[in-house]
């Protein structure tokens, strides 16, 4: 027998809707979050919401409909399933050793040249299989999904040549047709690092004239789906000229621009990114006053990575002053080998202690806001009518308690479009 509907998530003590409308917030709005208290929700059989009011008004409206699911959810908050702005999951070699050197005293910069942190993995990963690859992504992203993360932006960038970065590309397609729980938006990330044996203009080029008019043909031909183009602007890496016509290069194949900035030296990310017309830039510790006008007035998200700055004992970026002067500020994991992290929770948890941003900032940065750094907020990031029913349900009747349990909140089911895939 068919149903009316596919789930009733029905009487939760409060259903954060975030926003309704709007693609992202910012400025004072991000404090201002829309709440349902004894809230219940109808999703279709698309996995889409339907419908969202009080229990009493919809009890009423929906009392002659039947129900594939229903979830009593009293006692319970729900939230919309995070969104992760910025990850790099694909990729092999363990790099726990580094832990103990940056404890000593090691900076990102002397790990990288003792000959680890990101030419490590790419050593491991060109070595390793498309299935190998795979095989070591499902788990990561089970462990996001636990944690409430129903859709990541994923990069390539350890492999930095053609045949290992379309590995990666084609790993996380593979991943995004193949795993239910975690929608992944998948970014070309080949000027992650110089690779040995090269300079910046070779690296260039090469990225340039080799590496995208390969990942153009594969695309073309349905082998890969990636949105994005990302370069690690950076002393010693790709500088403000190569980034420029690297991120330049992307776009001219309908690639937009959401990349690394400013993380360990000021490379005017936030003024290039106005040049361009970039989406998002990663990181910012130290961006410039100038530049943060810039990316407010592009407008470009400010994915902002809170447990990179802790892991290597940075200053924090200045998100503060980012929400004042209207930047739009999302939030990432920065999940890699260098900050082993899937926890949203936590990373909300960090914004709040170490960036000073509130909980309802943070927790609009790790959903609507995230959502729109990477184009996806008129289907995601927010429990309206017509979004997807990406849910996280959290047994705790008020919703805060995902922040401020910071390391293993009481998340009792995750719904991915109205399908239950965690619980
Ligand atoms: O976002 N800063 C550059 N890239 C990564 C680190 C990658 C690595 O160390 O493997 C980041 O933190
Ligand atoms: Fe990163």
């Known amino acids: 027998m068919g149903f009316d509907f596919k789930l009733k998530i029905s009487n939760a003590a409060q259903l954060v809707v975030i926003s309704k409308g709007k693609p992202f917030l910012i400025g004072k709005e991000m404090s201002n979050i829309e709440i349902i208290e004894n809230g219940t929700m109808i999703v279709d059989e698309q996995g889409i919401i339907f419908d969202i009011g009080t229990y009493w ?73 498309e299935d190998e690859l795979y095989q070591l992504l499902i788990p990561r992203l089970n462990r996001m999904l636990k944690n409430g993360t129903t859709l990541i932006e994923a990069k390539s960038g350890y492999g930095l040549e053609t045949e290992t970065e379309m590995k990666m590309l084609k790993v996380l397609d593979r991943a995004s047709k193949q795993f239910q729980g975690v929608e992944i938006v998948s970014t070309y990330l080949g000027g992650h690092a110089i690779p040995k044996g090269m300079n910046a203009a070779e690296a260039t080029d090469d990225i340039i004239n080799k590496q995208l008019p390969e990942l153009k043909r594969l695309r073309d031909a349905g082998e890969i789906s990636p949105s994005n183009i990302d370069v690690f602007l950076e002393k010693g890496f790709f500088e403000y000229d190569d980034t420029k016509r690297i991120l330049q290069a992307g776009k001219d194949i309908g690639l937009e621009c959401n990349f690394h900035g400013d993380e360990l030296s000021y490379m005017k990310s936030g003024e290039l990114a106005g040049e361009l017309g970039c989406r998002a830039i990663s990181h910012l510790e130290k961006v410039s006053e100038e530049g943060m006008k810039a990316m407010a007035s592009t407008p470009t998200f400010a ?116 399908n239950l895939v965690f619980s």
């Not at 942190?117 to 070595?127: N, R, V």
Request: proline share 5%; aromatic share 8%.
């Open 303 to 418: 994915v902002l990575l809170p447990t990179t700055a802790y892991i290597l004992r940075l200053e924090c970026p200045p998100a503060r002053r980012m929400i004042e002067l209207g930047v739009p500020v999302a939030l990432g994991s920065d999940f890699n080998p260098n900050a082993h992290c899937l926890s949203m929770p936590f990373v909300m948890n960090l914004a709040c202690v170490l960036m000073k941003m509130n909980m309802n900032e943070s927790l609009v940065a790790a959903t609507l806001n995230a959502a729109a750094s990477i184009n996806k907020s008129s289907t995601h990031g927010s429990l309206e009518v017509g979004k997807f029913a990406d849910l996280v349900i959290l047994s705790a009747n008020k919703w805060e308690h995902i922040i401020y349990e910071m390391v293993d909140p009481p998340i009792s089911h995750v719904f991915k479009k109205g």
């Open 57 to 129: 008004e919809m009890e009423d409206k929906y009392k002659d409909k039947t129900f594939e699911k229903v979830l009593d959810c009293t006692g319970k908050s729900v939230l919309p399933g995070f969104v992760d702005g910025h990850t790099h999951p694909v990729f092999s070699g363990d790099r726990v050793h580094e832990f103990a050197m940056k404890l000593a005293g090691a900076t990102y910069l002397d790990v990288h040249k003792a000959g680890g942190g990101i030419q490590f993995t790419i050593s491991h990963t060109k070595s390793s299989t």
